[in-house]
DNA sequence: TGTACATCAGTGAACGCGCGTTCACTGATGTAC
DNA sequence: TGTACATCAGTGAACGCGCGTTCACTGATGTAC
């Protein structure tokens, strides 16, 4: 043990910072059901034991990061609520596409590997993180269903359409995401930006026209 | 080795198959980064090192599902394209989108881990397999543009945009897929269809309205 | 302020286990004559 | 058809390695007086 200037407290702190950054990195290849408490403890050099101070098992550092990620993935939902109320777009609809677009890369640059494990732990998790992964989302497509509905042009729309719609824009919500991981640069980051944009403004401009009754 | 009344280029194929299935099956809890060799091999009753006669390594092995998967996933395309031509429906595109339901409904009863494998290892597989996985899904999606440039309503649309179309309702088809895997029973089965079928109908009949010229 | 004691994050040895991979082998299937 | 030999899918022992987990420990930080 050496000696810092940090409290007791500030350091463990910074232990289990680091174990759930490593995690976070380290599961990018294979997965969390890969990944390995002593590759966690290699990287952050600590000696394996240690992870015991801070969590039980694997799962358990699993479900930190589901709720951490949970977290990132609301914040970057409330910016992209926040609707500029002065908008010069030529429609609401124009301007909502391009402020959800602006909040997805903001928050891709800050919370890129939160939300890529989200998207990678729904499908490949271990059963327990798979599982909290999947009933937090339907929460989050909840609430965006929610939102949804306070628009004039869902006015007369069921709440089964609006739950299909939420659910088809977070899903390529993840998948934009996921893309956005695998930018080669600034370029590319701008490109990826630019499809979303384009595909949210033609599911947005066409499906806001749907008429719920048929 | 046991006494059968099959040849030997019969009993190894027989081998090789129950391995493929073994991985498909094995690699639904974890992905296919959290598989072992050894666990394969003792599913299916060999020793490991009986692995060594049909594949080099996990990572060759999964090559081969890769290949499996999109044969798998071309085949429900090829289903999804066969519209009856003279279908009784509304319009062209609600026929569109209830053949390709129907087609994802019945590929799913007989492909379902398959294509479950590529949304997973998509995104969690080991790198050979990701990258596979990614390059292939890109050439889907250009099929699929392809196909959507032959509508009529598409006729003044950019290649960028029924690319970007495209991409939108491969993710979608394979995120149902994940759905239609993970159903309870018939009734679940029929519900995440009609789910599928209302998404895609809201999809295309808003999209195929978009102009591409803006 | 100084001292004596408690706490507890991190250490290091040790364990049994499953891993991928090597190697020489066995014996049923296949083939040449 | 029968015999002698070749092929090769599957066997079983062995290896060194990384795994999760246990346990008694160390020594800096924290606290009571």
Redesign the pocket.
């Known amino acids: ?12 702190e ?3 910072r680091a174990i759930l950054d490593a995690a976070l990195g380290l599961s990018e290849e294979g997965g969390l059901a890969a ?8 990287e952050i ?10 969590f ?3 799962d358990e550092l699993g479900l930190a990061l589901v709720d951490e990620s949970f977290a990132a993935l609301r914040a970057m939902l409330r910016d992209a609520r926040a609707l500029p109320r002065d908008s010069d777009s030529r429609s609401l609809v124009v301007a909502i596409a391009n402020q959800s677009v602006a909040a997805l890369v903001a928050h891709a640059q800050t919370s890129e590997r939160h939300l890529r494990f989200l998207a990678r732990e729904r499908l490949a998790g271990p059963a327990a993180v798979r599982d909290a992964v999947r009933q937090q989302v339907q929460l989050v497509e909840q609430e965006l269903a929610a939102d949804l509905a306070q628009l004039p042009a869902t006015r007369s729309w069921s709440a089964s359409d609006l739950a299909v719609l939420s659910n088809l824009l977070v899903n390529s919500m993840l998948a934009h995401v996921e893309e956005l991981g695998h930018a080669a640069g600034p370029a590319d980051v701008e490109h990826i930006a630019t499809t979303a944009r384009r595909q949210l403004h033609m599911v947005l401009v066409g499906t806001l026209r749907w008429d719920s009754s048929r």
Chains 1, 2 share one sequence.
């Open positions: 043990m050496t000696t810092t200037g940090l409290s007791r407290g500030e350091q463990k910074r232990t289990r990944l390995s408490l002593r590759q966690v403890a290699k050099g600590i000696v394996p034991t240690a992870f015991y101070r801070h039980a098992s694997i």
